[in-house]
C-alpha cells in the first residue's frame, strides 16, 4: 500500500512539473483573477487564420485564436458595455523578454476600430518554432509589425480611466 502511495505522489509531482513547463499565456481582465490558458485550452477555441506579411515578405498563414475571442473571455467591456469610462480601457501584451504592446479596446472592438489581432500559435500548419513562440500576435492591418509581439505570455485588460478631469479638478 505504501508503495502504491508513493507511486501515485511520484506521478502527481512528474504531472504537475510537465504542467508547469507547458506553454501558457495569463490573461487578465479588470479587477479579475488571472485566468491561465495553455495550448490544449487555446486549441479548444475557435479558431482564426488570417494572411499577413511583415517587412515586404509575401503574405503567409498564421492561425490561432482572435484577441476579441480572448477579450471576451477576460470579460472585458465589449459591444454594448464599452461606453463611457470603458472606452479609457486598453489591452497590455506582454511578452516572455519583457516587451509590451497596446491597444485600445475602442479599436479591437468590432463597432468601432475593428482591428483584426489574433494570438497565433500556428504558421503555415505547423506550430510556432522557439524564435516566434509558442505564442506570436499577428496584426494583419500594421503597415509596420512593431505589434507583432512573440513570445507571448500575458494579456491583461487594464481601466485607463481617471476620476480626475484634464483641468484637474475631480469628477
Known sequence: ?????ALCLLACFTLASHA?????????????PAIILDSAALAA????TVQAGAHGAPPTT???????????????PLDQALRGRALASFVRVTASDGYQVVFSLSELDAA???????L??????????AKDGPFRLIVPGDSRPARWEHGVISIEVVDGSTT???SGKPD
Open 164 to 166: 480626475t478631469r484634464a
Open 20 to 32: 508547469a513547463d507547458a506553454p501558457s499565456i495569463r490573461l487578465i481582465g479588470i479587477g479579475k
Open 112 to 118: 468601432f476600430g475593428a482591428t483584426k489581432v489574433i
Open 62 to 76: 498564421w492561425e490561432g485564436v482572435s484577441m476579441l475571442e480572448l477579450l471576451h473571455r477576460a470579460d472585458a
Open 45 to 48: 477555441m475557435p479558431r482564426t
Open 120 to 129: 497565433a500559435d500556428h504558421h503555415e500548419g505547423k506550430p510556432l518554432d
Open 1 to 5: 500500500m505504501r508503495r502504491l502511495f
